[in-house]
């Protein structure tokens, strides 16, 4: 029986130093979930300044680096826009080369004129597809907005007074736009 008691003395032990133990570990754990958790504060006006002032700098300098990609980008469009109407030109300052140099031997003015006229017909047909329109000008009533008047004659018939009597230099658009403006002759 005595060995009984001894063996029981010392599971009581057992218990009561695994129990200390966990005491000793809840107490840590609680300790050191106390210092992890800090109270919530709310910031300073220093650092709500400082966060928006933050905020501000990195919005103007991302719309700042933006204009400028967009500037660059503007100029890079003007200068290559005109390289497609140029490259489609060169084919036309070829034709001419060839007939000016065809020409010191040629006797025959029927061909020459032909020539000339595939010429001016190709440019014009070139033109055309990039969107030049001729404007038809003679025989209408003058408007300010489209023509330029350089003259005013006394009008050959009474239907052509306040009309246009005769293009000068014809006036053209591109898309609907007037790029050149017509100057015409006005009977009076």
Same mark, same amino acid.
């Given at each position: ?32 979930? +106390? ?15 400082? !966060? ?20 660059? =980008? ?18 036309? &300052? ?17 061909? #020459?004129? +032909?020539?000339? /006229? #595939?010429?001016?017909?190709? &440019?014009?047909?070139? &033109? +055309?597809?990039?969107? &030049? ?6 025989? =209408?009533?003058?408007?300010? !907005? ?5 003259? /005013? ?5 009474? =239907? #052509? ?28």
């Amino acid at each position: 029986m005595s060995e009984e008691k001894e063996i029981n003395e010392e599971i009581q032990n057992e218990a009561t130093s695994e129990n200390q133990d966990t005491a000793t570990e809840e107490q840590t754990t609680e300790t050191v979930a +106390e210092e992890t958790v800090e109270p919530i504060t709310e910031p300073t006006q220093e650092e709500k300044y400082a !966060e928006l002032n933050d905020k501000f700098l990195r919005l103007y300098s991302e719309f700042d680096n933006y204009r400028k990609r967009t500037n660059k =980008e503007k100029l890079e469009l003007i200068s290559t826009a005109s390289s497609g109407v140029i490259k489609d030109l060169v084919a036309v &300052l070829d034709d001419f080369e060839r007939a000016i140099s065809n020409n010191e031997n040629v006797e025959d003015t029927a061909a #020459l004129k +032909e020539g000339f /006229n #595939l010429i001016h017909n190709k &440019l014009k047909g070139i &033109l +055309e597809t990039k969107g &030049l329109k001729p404007m038809i000008s003679k025989g =209408e009533v003058f408007d300010s !907005e489209l023509h330029e008047a350089i003259a /005013n004659i006394p009008a050959p018939s009474e =239907e #052509l007074k306040g009309k246009i009597v005769d293009d000068v230099e014809k006036g053209y658009y591109i898309h609907d736009k007037v790029i050149r403006y017509a100057k015409v002759v006005v009977g009076q």
